[in-house]
């Protein structure tokens, strides 16, 4: 079992939807929490960063993380053709490796 | 936030020439990057890690002499890819861990393309 689990999608929405993109994991010894946006041939840009239960936001953007059921999602409101990219998640333990997973390729059609 | 630079964005060599990455952390200290290497619509593949003043740690499968990982100081990593061949084309990304907070800040990314 991979520890950390990603749909790959890919996800096509049209303009103004709510998207949802989710993570599983498997080690409950993870503390915190990324999500990053990925553009074509671009590095990976964080866009969220949390480290305890609940919801954060930012803007259009809110994280979520539910440490019971080791499940984290990252939700945008009001979503635009610039959203289009692949979204990772990222967690670690303190000290360790970065897991990511694999990404979700996400277009949002105008 | 905080800002990692990488550069070249895009090189372009010939066969059996050695190729230098540079990684900086601009405005905070790491004493931890990391290089991946990321083909096509497909996730970061994790070569080393670096961490300053010692060897780096390679994953299975990516040769150490082929890459060569040099973190001399908290600010800066390079990665040489020596002897380059068309295999080896590939986007290379670099990224950096702010120690205070475990945030990983990535850089812009290098498109090596050897001919």
């Known amino acids: 079992q991979k520890e950390v689990e990603q749909d790959p999608g890919p996800l096509s929405v049209p303009e103004g939807a709510i998207v949802s993109l989710n993570c599983t994991y498997s080690?409950?010894?993870?503390?915190?929490f990324m999500w990053y946006r990925q553009y074509s041939r671009k590095g990976p840009e964080l866009l969220m960063y949390?480290?305890?239960?609940g919801n954060k936001e930012d803007g259009r953007f809110t994280a979520q993380v539910d440490k019971s059921s080791k499940y984290i999602s990252l939700f945008i409101r009001d979503s635009q053709p610039s959203d289009s990219a692949t979204y990772l998640c990222a967690m670690i333990r303190p000290g360790n490796q970065f897991y990511f997973g694999t990404g979700t390729s996400l277009t949002v059609i105008p | 936030g905080a800002v990692v630079s990488q550069h070249p964005s895009r090189v372009i060599c010939k066969s059996g020439t050695s190729v230098k990455i540079e990684c900086r952390s601009l405005d905070f200290q790491a004493t931890t990057m990391f290089w991946y290497r990321q083909f096509p619509k497909q996730s970061l593949m994790l070569m080393a890690t670096s961490n300053e003043g010692s060897k780096a740690t390679y994953e299975q499968g990516v040769e150490k002499d082929k890459f060569l990982i040099n973190h001399a100081s908290l600010t800066l990593s390079t990665l040489t890819v020596t002897s380059a061949h068309p295999e080896d084309s590939s986007f290379y990304i670099c990224s950096a861990r702010q120690t205070t907070n475990e945030k990983l800040f990535f850089g812009s990314g290098t498109q090596l393309s050897v001919l």
């Open positions: 949390t480290y305890s239960s």
């Open positions: 080690n409950s010894a993870f503390q915190y």
